[in-house]
């Protein structure tokens, strides 16, 4: 580091104020965490099952396709 | 955001159907024009275009005192309606003069609990994503 590094270190100090709290009150990331855990979307095995179910009942008996559909 | 919640949910429950409207009105007109099935369009989508978005809508308010009783999963709420509306399509069915297809009469008995299947399934993951995203229940 030269003078002039030194000056500009000097004045970027004098310029940007000390802050007043550097450290959070309280660590931020489990609740960033437990948000992004939260919106992912978790699809339990028995409504696979259910699904899988559903479509067998459409493959087997095409004309419930239309009756589903008249009350959706 | 507290204020409002039985409009939010009605908005909540109209949603789905009203965008599934599409995907059915679609179906019809395949059916219609596609394979040329004596279908009369205008008579059989009297009861998914009109009532059945509002009958959800309706069914998703009712939810918000339920829940508050009673936590009820959102998929098994959901999975009840065929109950009413299934009945509802066929009275309104013959109401409005609509000949049901011989081919579906053949399985209607069977599409109660096909309904109830996929109710569950689009009540618990669309109507409860759009509940969460409003904040209700």
């Given amino acids: 580091m030269n003078d002039a590094d030194d000056r500009v270190c000097d004045l970027l100090k004098?310029?940007?104020?000390?802050?007043g709290q550097p450290e959070l009150r309280r660590d931020l990331w489990p609740r960033m965490q437990a948000r992004l855990e939260g919106t992912r979307l978790r699809v339990p095995w028995w409504d696979w099952v259910l699904a899988a179910l559903l479509a067998l009942c459409f493959l087997l008996a095409p004309g419930a396709i239309p009756a589903v559909l008249y009350q959706l | 955001?507290?204020?409002?919640?039985?409009?939010?949910?009605y908005m909540a429950g109209v949603t789905v159907p009203s965008a599934l409207m599409l995907l059915i009105l679609l179906a019809f007109c395949v059916v219609r024009f596609g394979f040329q099935f004596p279908l009369p369009i205008e008579r059989a989508l009297v009861f998914p275009m009109a009532l059945v978005?509002?009958?959800?809508g309706l069914w998703n308010?009712?939810?918000?005192?339920?829940?508050?009783?009673?936590?009820?999963?959102?998929?098994?709420?959901?999975?009840?309606?065929p109950l009413f509306v299934g009945p509802l399509a066929y009275?309104?069915?013959?109401?409005f003069g609509f000949e049901i297809p011989p081919f579906v009469m053949a399985v209607l008995p069977?599409?109660?609990?096909?309904?109830?299947?996929?109710?569950?399934?689009?009540?618990?993951?669309?109507?409860g994503f759009f509940?969460?995203?409003?904040?209700?229940?």
């Fill in chain 1, 14 to 19: 004098r310029a940007v104020g000390p802050v």
């Fill in chain 2, 110 to 127: 069977f599409a109660l609990v096909i309904a109830a299947m996929a109710y569950y399934l689009v009540w618990k993951y669309l109507v």
């Fill in chain 2, 53 to 56: 978005p509002n009958l959800w």
């Fill in chain 2, 1 to 9: 955001m507290s204020r409002h919640i039985y409009l939010r949910a």
């Fill in chain 2, 61 to 81: 308010m009712l939810y918000v005192p339920v829940n508050r009783r009673a936590r009820i999963p959102i998929g098994l709420y959901g999975a009840v309606v």
């Fill in chain 2, 131 to 137: 509940n969460e995203l409003l904040e209700i229940g």
């Fill in chain 2, 91 to 95: 009275f309104s069915a013959r109401a």
